[in-house]
């Protein structure tokens, strides 16, 4: 880091480890003016899981967590983790608030974490970076 360059915190708040996500993770904790962690809502990805929209059975063959920071959140959804209470993680909020990040970069709407997420965001006056699919 040269002479009056920032680092910024960046938190990403995401579903679950993705294999096309990686890589813009890993690229990212490289770069030294970014502080990076990713938080996860789910384990989906790491284990095998079906997928409903795609009805099948999916488990990645490559490396998910390997090059970054990460955390995964605790879980207390009800019912599938692709419905909007089934991935609940009230701890993202908690995160938000201690973490002081720069900004946040939430990943979809659908579950009801994203929404704590937002909120905590408000609160706390962090710009949000949204993204969706």
Known sequence: MRYGEHMYKLA???????QYHVPIYKELAKNPLVDLTVYFFSELGIKEYYD???GK????DTPLLDGYQYKFLKNYGIGSE???????????MKEIFR??????N???YAPVTTWFAFVACWFTRTPIIFRGE
């Open 57 to 60: 059975k999916y488990k990645w």
């Open 12 to 18: 990403i708040f995401v579903n679950h480890p993705v």
């Open 52 to 54: 409903p929209g795609f």
């Open 106 to 108: 939430v990943c979809g």
């Open 82 to 92: 692709f419905s909007f209470f089934g991935q609940c993680n009230p701890g993202v």
């Open 99 to 104: 973490g002081k990040f720069d900004a946040v």
